[in-house]
């Protein structure tokens, strides 16, 4: 085993107290993790490679499909569509944090990350995950309001309020995962280096540290709870207000029509939180090991998969101006054919 650990002497951050470096002079530190991924089978790496990038591409050109449509088709620019092409950039960046880091080590075989990139990694994906929140909690905000409040609805949703939303949405995250990589970049790791995981997540982090790290969980439980715990009470609230909106509703029509803007936006939000909730919610015993790593794939590789594929199959709006511009490129390609 210690052959395996990727062991260098390196200089310890000035903070350490001398009691702490006198308690692990024969310690070794640990400069390297091992993510060990889904399994150790060369056939079956082959086959995840491929299932892998198979979703990242479709992940990725679905993604850039609605945005393109968001962005250049005038019918769209109404600040539902906008904050979906917001959610649509946020998730090609977000799955673009973990799956390439994948597909490396499935290729190579080479499962190591230096412990700096594994607290990168979950930087990123740590604030992009956190913005996804409040994103979608803004988008069944928006919802709320054009269901519930049809009225005042342009009022309340103007384009300076949509542009700060998206702001803060974008600031939150950022921030509060600014504090608690900066208090991980002072953990230090003495071994074991295996990570039971194919991306760098918290809580191994934690686990691995030989460093005490009572402050920086309590500060991560504080700003996990930031994160995610308003907007998942904001998107809950304005769904529940939703629902007895349309069960009140007099015509079988209006209560469908009412419906289908908001159906695409619940079915995304459910999956991403339902999976959330099982893995971080859920106490971590052997046998929910393997199914933390199966949920996981949930939250991070295929709700961005599926989301342009709901929004494209469910929305009236999004379908025409598909074939609005499908029928455009068509009449471009034949006139140049010409
Ligand atoms: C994201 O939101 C901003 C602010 O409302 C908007 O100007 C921009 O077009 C949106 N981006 C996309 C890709 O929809």
């Given at each position: 085993m210690g052959s395996r650990w990727n062991i260098t002497n390196i200089h310890l951050p000035n903070e350490i107290h001398f009691e702490e470096i006198n308690n692990r002079t024969n310690q070794t530190i640990v400069t390297n993790f091992i993510l060990?991924?889904?399994?150790?089978n060369s056939d079956l790496q082959v086959l995840l490679f491929l299932s892998f990038l198979a979703i990242y591409l479709l992940t990725v050109a679905g993604n850039i499909v609605i945005i393109v449509l968001v962005v250049t088709?005038?019918?769209?620019?109404?600040p539902m569509y906008l904050f979906l092409g917001n959610l649509s950039c946020l998730e090609i960046c977000y799955t673009s944090t973990i799956l390439p880091r994948l597909f490396f080590s499935l290729l190579t075989g080479d499962r190591t990350i230096s412990v700096h990139g594994c607290i990168l990694q979950y930087f990123f994906f740590g604030s992009l995950a956190s913005t996804e929140c409040y994103l979608l909690a803004v988008m069944s905000y928006d919802r709320y309001l054009a269901i519930c409040r049809p009225l005042r609805y342009t009022y309340l949703m103007n384009g300076r309020i949509c542009f700060w939303l998206l702001a803060i949405s974008w600031m939150t995250g950022l921030l509060n995962i600014s504090v608690i990589t900066s208090l991980l970049f002072k953990l230090l790791f003495c071994g074991?280096?295996?990570?039971?995981?194919?991306f760098c997540d918290i809580a191994p982090l934690f686990k691995l540290?030989?460093?005490?790290?009572h402050l920086v969980e309590r500060v991560n439980f504080i700003f996990a709870s930031i994160d995610t715990l308003p907007p998942f009470l904001l998107t809950l609230i304005s769904y529940l207000c939703i629902i007895i909106n349309i069960l009140q509703m007099k015509t079988k029509a209006s209560r469908q029509k009412a419906f289908s803007t908001c159906s695409s936006h619940l079915i995304v939000v459910t999956l991403f939180y339902g999976s959330l909730i099982c893995v971080y919610l859920l106490p971590e015993t052997n046998t929910l090991k393997e199914l933390h790593k199966t949920f996981s794939l949930f939250y991070t590789v295929f709700t961005p998969m599926l989301n342009p594929l709901i929004y494209s199959l469910r929305n009236r709006e999004i379908k025409a101006a598909f074939a609005r511009t499908a029928t455009k490129m068509v009449n471009v390609t034949h006139s140049l054919s010409l």
């Open positions: 060990l991924g889904f399994s150790d088709d005038l019918h769209l620019h109404i074991p280096n295996e990570i039971e995981h194919f540290s030989c460093s005490s790290t």
